[in-house]
């Protein structure tokens, strides 16, 4: 499948800012299941100071906001060729061991409500997959996807224990769970092509677990699904805030405010283009 992006993310601020730096996770790479054919990204009321990859390999560009500026611009254009690999990403990569993936953080932390959620769920744990497929099961069903609920620093606990959240609660939780079973699990910050849609409100979150035998697999718990040739992987972590599309500081701002637009659509060489898109929350949270 042939996607198309263009994501602006746009920042407005209250007063001039005197400094600012903004940290950009905002380019996928081609990976398994993806290839990167062109990226470009165009800046407003910013300029490029450097780029690298962070310890997750996630490509990261650093940006410093000009002097006297009142908003920044960041816009994303691409098309990235991807493929069905049924969720699955295969052996693990990068600078971060696997034990780093069964540490909690301030936002995976099992409570009472995970724990009591992993001792409910009724299958072989020894089966690891099935395990998983169950444990998305149970989240779905006991945590309703409702926008405008949490922000990015509800944790799981809280969006368990609310019953309510967003793409990226059902993955925090599903994170904390299987953590627990001492199994390595990480955040996905990318997008999502559905049918019938192309503008979307933001990006989409989801999760991977380190399976024996099949290495890193992806989980969408939102959509009870692992990710097909409709996804495409920006970033990972070992939760949203190491995933996070744009994250900073800019001094001397005041009130900021967002605004997000995001398309995502199928390109289909010599013949119509067909509708598509997806959605989730983004920045402030996502999906």
């Excluded at 001094?251 to 060489?269: P, Q, R």
Aim: with cysteine; net charge negative; proline share 4%.
């Amino acid at each position: 499948m042939l996607l198309t992006v263009k994501h602006t993310t746009h920042y407005s601020f209250a007063e001039k800012v005197y400094h600012g730096l903004q940290r950009l996770r905002l380019k996928p790479k081609s990976t398994h299941g993806q290839e990167v054919l062109e990226w470009r990204m165009d800046l407003v009321g910013a300029k490029p100071e450097a780029d690298y990859d962070d310890q997750h390999f996630n490509h990261t560009d650093l940006v410093s906001i000009e002097p006297g500026g009142r908003e920044v611009v960041v816009t994303c254009h691409g098309t990235v060729r991807t493929i069905d690999n049924n969720g699955v990403m295969g052996t693990h990569s990068g600078h971060m061991p696997l034990w780093c993936f069964l540490r909690p953080t301030p936002l995976t932390r099992a409570g009472n409500r995970v724990r009591q959620l992993v001792a409910s769920i009724d299958a072989d744990r020894e089966n690891t997959l099935d395990f998983l497929h169950a444990l998305t099961r149970a989240i779905g069903e006991q945590v309703e996807y409702v926008p405008g609920t949490t922000d990015a620093s509800t944790t799981a606990e809280q969006a368990l224990t609310a019953g309510q959240g967003v793409c990226q609660d059902h993955a925090h939780i599903f994170i904390s769970a299987g953590r627990l079973l001492d199994i390595p699990m990480r955040y996905v910050g990318g997008y999502l092509k559905m049918d019938g849609l192309v503008e979307q409100e933001a990006g989409h979150g989801w999760a991977e677990a380190h399976v024996p035998g099949l290495g890193w697999v992806g989980f969408d718990i939102s959509n009870a699904i692992c990710p097909d040739e409709r996804y495409i992987r920006v970033a990972t972590g070992c939760d949203y805030s190491e995933a996070a599309p744009v994250t900073g500081i800019a001094m001397g701002a005041g009130e900021t405010s967002l605004d997000v637009h995001l398309s995502v659509d199928e390109k289909l060489v010599g013949t119509q283009k067909q509708s598509s898109g997806g959605g989730g929350q983004q920045q402030a949270q996502g999906g």
